[in-house]
């Protein structure tokens, strides 16, 4: 079906635009500021031709990424950067930043509610044993949960905190709770608490969705230590694969020692040919982002017009690019997905079901037709299969291909009789 052609549903399209011309203003704001603080780190390091050079073997005196590594730093305002191919997804930067940090006896507390799907087997609060978890290494886990209001319960934070706490986590992004996610500047005012109470602790932050949606990032307001996937929003959508680990010199070292082992660090670690990719990615993730924003507006503003609830709302300022949007049903969320799906540019022909994926306790849906596997900063959706049945759209590598998918999943939607 080409909506493109229906007079109604393209007078709908420029309702909805009109309505949100202010968010899409301060978008591209955003995203201009962050263009200027790249592109300066790029020139400050002198990137050149010879640095998109190929490495093999043990990756000796790899000059593009070395500086890539730097230019991560400069834009992050970090002190340093790991970023490799070798990093797997945004979990396996977690987990290296938590195994380089964290010792037997020690404590990881997370204020910001129970952390990620994905990374309670590597705590070890669910998940086989054998694998080594943190639990079985001797770390203790807790979290405090958020207030009602999705915000952070400073008192029991407070009285949460021991002498053995060496890592507060901090998850930026809401995942698959129904939440707002959290800001740079309330992200400061959290370290800020943590650090007056007790100085010494290591403050780690989830940063996974979050990277160029907003002028300033957790290393700038005190973080120690932030980490996030390249097949997310700093890849650009060029990024074949990688990790990265930003922060504090000594931490990101430690994390580098996990990644490969003590004694080699980041010194070694051949890059297989993606310094390309890599750079040219993270130049283009500012505008990358900021497309993908104004898709997640334009979601939301569609699906508020419809009468469904969406959070965060069409006119809330964003701080990461996820869409989520109350569907109710499970007919409703496999249709969503399954029209997201449709409308890729690639598999586009795949009739998507629910399935055990790995690392997750429900079932999980998600539309995928990236060019790019599981990359979340193309256009995906997806969604647990448990009430209330909540469809979690990202990414958009264009801001026209998001409008042209949306429309045609509310239009499937309705066809099926779900809206």
């Known amino acids: 079906m080409n909506l493109l052609k229906d007079p109604a549903w393209m007078q709908l399209a420029s309702k909805i635009e009109a309505g949100i011309a202010d968010q899409f203003r301060h978008i591209e704001d955003v995203a201009l500021y962050n263009q200027a603080k790249v592109l ?14 190929s490495s093999t073997g043990y990756g000796h005196n790899d000059a593009g990424r070395e500086t890539l590594e730097v230019v991560y730093a400069k834009a992050f305002g970090a002190q340093s950067a790991l970023l490799r191919p070798h990093i797997v997804s945004g979990t396996h930067a977690i987990s290296l930043a938590l195994y380089g940090v964290l010792r037997p006896g020690d404590e990881l507390l997370y204020i910001t509610g129970k952390p990620y799907d994905t990374l309670e087997e590597v705590i070890g609060v669910r998940g086989e044993e054998g694998e080594g978890s943190l639990r079985e290494f001797g770390v203790g886990f807790d979290f405090v949960p958020l207030t009602e209001a999705g915000k952070v319960n400073y008192e029991e934070v407070a009285r949460k905190i021991k002498p053995n706490t060496k890592m507060i986590g901090i998850q930026r992004s809401a995942g698959y709770s129904w939440r707002s996610s959290f800001p740079v500047a309330e992200i400061g005012e959290m370290i800020k608490f943590v650090k007056e109470i007790k100085p010494d602790v290591v403050v780690f932050v989830d940063n996974c969705y979050g990277e160029f949606t907003e002028k300033t990032e957790p290393t700038e307001v005190g973080a120690d230590l ?52 890599l750079f040219q990615g993270f130049f283009l993730a500012p505008h990358i982002v900021g497309e993908a924003l104004k898709g997640a507006v334009f979601a939301a503003a569609l699906f508020e017009e419809l009468g469904m609830v969406t959070h965060p709302s069409a006119q809330a300022r964003r701080t990461d690019i996820i869409q989520a949007v109350r569907l109710g049903t499970r007919e409703r969320l496999i249709g969503f997905c399954q029209s997201i799906q449709s409308a890729a540019p690639v598999d586009s022909h795949v009739n998507l079901e629910p399935w055990a994926m790995p690392g997750y306790a429900d079932e999980v849906i998600m539309a995928a037709g990236a060019f790019i596997q599981g990359s979340s900063i193309e256009l995906s959706a997806d969604g647990p299969i448990r009430e209330p049945f909540i469809g979690f759209m990202q990414g958009g590598l264009t801001y026209q291909h998001t409008k042209i998918a949306v429309l045609s999943a509310v239009a499937n939607l309705k066809a099926a009789g779900h809206l």
């Open 40 to 53: 300066q780190a790029f020139q400050e390091e002198k990137v050149a031709d010879f640095h998109f050079a």
């Open 226 to 277: 932030v980490v996030g996937s390249l097949i997310k929003n700093p890849g650009g959508g060029l990024a074949p694969s990688g990790g990265y680990v930003v922060g504090r010199a000594d931490l990101v070292h430690r994390a580098s020692c996990r990644l490969t082992s003590p004694g080699i660090g980041a010194e070694q670690g051949a890059m297989l040919g993606t310094n390309r990719a």
